[in-house]
């Protein structure tokens, strides 16, 4: 069967931008149907058009390909596979669907990914182009698909499915097991993508350094955190592969893509102090000359020993999901991370070299303002102590979440283009939307810039030598820590908007001026 996959473009409201990265997702699943013997075409909309922007909803920037150039850019096809990550993007990619519905109209579309496992039956229903969505994890799923729909055969044989039937019915099947046997997966199919459109220009969800491959190391989350969407997409299960081959991968890119840096985007980096030792070892033992990153590190398996054995290896950046400096708050939360311990370990690790980063969440349902005082005072002691980024973020109920259908069940969501687009809150620094009793969204919005300009003020006042690496990195484009690259970002969308902007005006000048003759 001919298969064409679509990665959409990436959007971003405000000024802070979207991270332009290869999508791991797309690339595993045209690997399995390509090994299954199917004819695949992977549409990169982002990365085949990665200079592009354009305005569009008013107050989005999207990176990439314009649908208009669908026309021209896809081939007729058996299957049309779109996968959809990121709620906030659905009102995008359902615009997207329909659109490549209205080109092949008798082809089969599918959709798969996060926000599709957490909202199966809402994208069918107001999605009329889409036909069967994929839930959970995808590449056996849609391998079998696949088998059945070249056969003629019956959907209800497939497990993972949420389609519509013929007489417009909503259908489902159980859901499919995890895959047990990651190491078996072919490696992603990177050579159906544009890479060196990412590559030459370091593209990165970190600090740039260089040629940067994503990888992953694991899969699924042992933890269950009520505000994250992992158990309903990946269930509670850890899966890990064996280090000697994420090794092999690392080195395969080195030498095919002349890759210097890896980025993990594993959900929990580190579960296994055994495994990410063996990873370490494998790395210094063939002597890569690399670097990498890990995100959303959690404490139960790292301490002082691994991390140095980590920088020894190549790990330069890491990211702390602290979340909150109150362990109340943490306990509602079902997160039983201690802050003290993670602040300690940044203190250690600093010492080695390492650049952190910390996400707080701010608004949490039962955070009172002792609460954020608690997170206020944790954040300016690491501030002092050396720490060099963080991320603070408004509090939303995320589709698939628990706290999502506590929400939705009390009536507090209404699924529709305004809840999509107000979880776009995080990068838009100018707004936020409150799902708290305590704070409204001024309030909840002031908190987050407060502590974002007393950190940043404390950190740089504390550390003085940064402020001018700071200048000096702006102004020659080189990126050290995510606040110069944040900045870039920030320079690329007022260019976007001022674009618009003067664009409008001319537009309704000549407009002016054709109405007068």
Known sequence: MKITLIRPPAYSTGLMGAQLVPFLGIAYIGAVAR??????????MCGEDIAHTEIVRENFVAYGLPLAALKTRLQPSDVFGVTSTFSQDWVFHEELINYIRGLYPKSVIVAGGEHITALPEYCLKNCSGLDICVVGEGEETFVKLLEIL?????????????????????????????????????LPAWDLIPMENYLSRGMNYHIKRGRTMPMLASRGCPHQCTFCSNSNMWSNRWIARNPKLVADEMEHYVKAYKANNFVFSDLTAVVSRDIIIALCNEIINRKLNITWQLPTLRTEAVDYD?????????????????ESGSKEVLKSINKNNNPKKMALLIKQGLGLGINFSINIILGLPREEFWDFLKTYWLVMKLAVSG??????????????????????GAGKIKLGNNYFFGLSGYTDLSQA?????????????????FLFVSFYSLMLISHPKRIFRLVANVFYGRTTTKLESVIRKIFKNIKAYSFKAIYGKLKNKDNGNRANT
């Open 35 to 44: 090994k299954a013997g199917h004819t695949v075409d992977i549409v990169d």
């Open 433 to 449: 939307i409150s799902w708290s009793d305590k704070f409204g969204p001024k309030t909840l919005n002031f908190m987050r810039l």
């Open 150 to 186: 070249g056969q003629g055969g019956q959907l209800n044989n497939v497990p993972g499915l949420v389609f519509r039937s013929p007489d417009g019915h909503i259908l489902s099947t159980p859901r499919a097991g995890r895959i047990k046997d990651i190491d078996k997966l072919p």
């Open 306 to 322: 691994v991390l140095k054995l980590m920088y020894s290896a190549g790990c330069r950046e890491l990211d702390f999901a602290i």
């Open 387 to 408: 720490l060099q980024e963080i991320n603070a973020f408004p509090f939303v109920p995320y589709p698939g979440s628990k706290l999502f259908e506590e929400f939705l």
